[in-house]
């Protein structure tokens, strides 16, 4: 925080309440999701996978077309799917990222049940299903197979996954300047070897 | 059109402009899309496949917290990709719904760049590509490779591809009351047997 000479803080004036595409509804995972589309555009580039983010959906109330179609009401609508989807080596993709500022564990309540069901289809149909975990204040993210975790939100004791078990269960995505995230190197790791 | 007996004819009162969010921007396809839409709940529903549309893409400039969360400006996005994607009989499925009301023949018009550069990314990473294609005037619905209707928009010496051509190109989608647009099966037909 900077301090001015006199020992106040300089707070931010103020803002409008906007917000740009690139936000996310409630700031939730919100660097861990410029990460991922910034990966799938790097990704998509070199044409080693097709994966995108689904659009967030919107259900629209009104419309003016007076100056071209500007939507004038609407609201946010609950995704009833995962955020990521699309084609890697040939084998559907379908993926889930969501962060947590704990140290100690990712807390289940999290996930939504339409995300669970929803990712019990993909493997149903023969998908590769998966979660990317952030736990922020170790700057780490990882993945981890979606088997595992639709087992602790159906059958496990505890309400969280630990820390601990996270890093045993799952595989570690490197960091690098481009692509931001390497998940692919993990999904490998994960899923091709 | 219904007509009074003065002869003159019945016109609806103008409404208000709005939209639900099953319409789409200019009323394009939307008969249409509220039968895939209907046909891929029915499918899912069924487990035989897991096949969603994607929401259209929308630009939001200004949101208003004073009740929750309430979109007050808005514009439409460009999709750069396509309308449906999914996974069928283990295979990434990713195609793009389109209508005519000419008798004669399908305008490539109707169709973006981008969409065909998209569909050649899902053919290069192994997934299965293609078009529903509605004659309105005729009532009836294609299912056409997507390779087909590459080399027609990239080679093909005309603008439109012949109302015949589509026909003898094409596997026509059977309708039934549920699902609306029997597509699996067209699916099934071109490139599962």
Do not use: W
């Amino acid at each position: 925080m900077i301090k001015y000479p006199n020992g106040k803080e300089y707070k931010l004036p103020r803002t409008k309440i906007t917000l740009t595409k690139k936000s996310s509804l409630a700031n939730r995972g919100m660097n861990l999701e410029d990460d991922i589309n910034m990966s799938n555009e790097f990704y998509n580039e070199q044409k080693r996978c097709l994966i995108y983010k689904r659009p967030t959906p919107i259900n629209i109330v009104k419309v003016d077309y007076t100056h071209g179609a500007h939507i004038i009401d609407a609201h946010f609508e609950k995704q009833s799917t995962t955020d990521y989807n699309g084609i890697y080596k040939g084998k559907y993709i379908d993926f889930e990222a969501k962060n947590t500022k704990s140290k100690t564990s990712f807390p289940l309540a999290n996930i939504h049940k339409h995300q669970i069901e929803h990712l019990k289809n993909v493997i149903l149909q023969g998908g590769i299903a998966f979660f990317i975990i952030e736990f922020q204040y170790y700057d780490q993210c990882f993945l981890l197979d979606a088997r595992y975790i639709i087992d602790q939100f159906e059958n496990g004791e505890k309400k969280s996954i630990s820390y601990e078990q996270i890093v045993k269960k799952g595989i570690e995505i490197e960091k690098s300047f481009n692509p931001r995230l390497k998940y692919l190197d993990a999904v490998d790791k994960m899923y091709f070897i």
